[in-house]
């Protein structure tokens, strides 16, 4: 079945500095990936999306870079800030004999150290 | 415009009982989807529903059903609660069913005993 996860569960930054947030996916039919920050007691934020024919794309201060050819996507964070600080979820979206589907990864807690 | 809303936001059911959560979408939006996220994981997809018919099904049991209305909103249907219900569900509205932005409501706690 299809599976996303991330590379690493935790990561630590000194504030200032870059971060970047690795994510593999193994459903090569999936056309839609995105990006998802989850700050305690609330729901997951969107931060950034990218169609499967695209590599790049940037927003405010976050890149994403997908990699078709492994299956890796990833989240780039310039001058982390405290406020960055949350739990970041990868998510893809594909079609099945059951319609839409959405995976997302175990996520990767983010600390910003001041 | 207000976000996305849900209610109850707390919840303490029986094993065996039956629940029902509500999620109001976003105005203008006319897709809602349901997660499931256990504490310490990423969420679970359990349906997408657009303009009253579902369009997209999870990998759960059919103790969990679920229904849009004429304006939108929805409710989530869980029977015979069991322990492992325990989670947050979460309702995510969006315009449509394709590559759209998903909303996140704060989501139900729900608590099974």
């Known amino acids: 079945g299809e599976s996303v996860g991330l590379h690493l569960p935790t990561l630590s930054v000194q504030e200032g500095d870059n971060s970047i947030i690795n994510c593999a996916y193994s459903n090569s039919a999936s056309d839609y990936f995105i990006w998802y920050k989850q700050e305690s007691g609330k729901g997951p934020q969107f931060i950034i999306d990218i169609r499967s024919n695209m590599d790049k794309r940037q927003g405010q201060r976050v890149t994403v870079l997908l990699n078709k050819t492994v299956k890796h996507l990833s989240l780039q964070i310039a001058a982390t800030q405290p406020g960055d600080s949350a739990v970041y979820f990868c998510?893809?979206?594909?079609?099945?004999?059951?319609?839409?589907?959405?995976?997302f990864g175990t996520g990767t807690s983010l600390t910003v150290i001041p | 415009d207000a976000g996305v809303t849900q209610s109850p936001t707390h919840l303490i059911k029986t094993r065996g009982q039956h629940v029902t959560l509500r999620c109001s979408p976003i105005s203008g939006h006319k897709s809602v989807s349901w997660y499931q996220q256990v504490l310490g994981q990423g969420p679970q997809f359990i349906f997408q529903?657009?303009?009253?018919?579902?369009?997209g099904r999870g990998n759960f049991p059919d103790r969990f059903s679920a229904r849009q209305f004429p304006n939108y909103s929805s409710e989530l249907n869980v029977n015979a609660l069991l322990l492992g219900d325990s989670a947050l569900y979460l309702c995510a509205s969006s315009p449509g069913t394709g590559n759209y932005e998903q909303y996140f409501g704060p989501g139900t706690r729900l608590t099974v005993t």
């Open positions: 998510a893809e979206n594909s079609w099945s004999n059951t319609g839409n589907q959405f995976y």
């Open positions: 529903y657009y303009e009253k018919e579902e369009r």
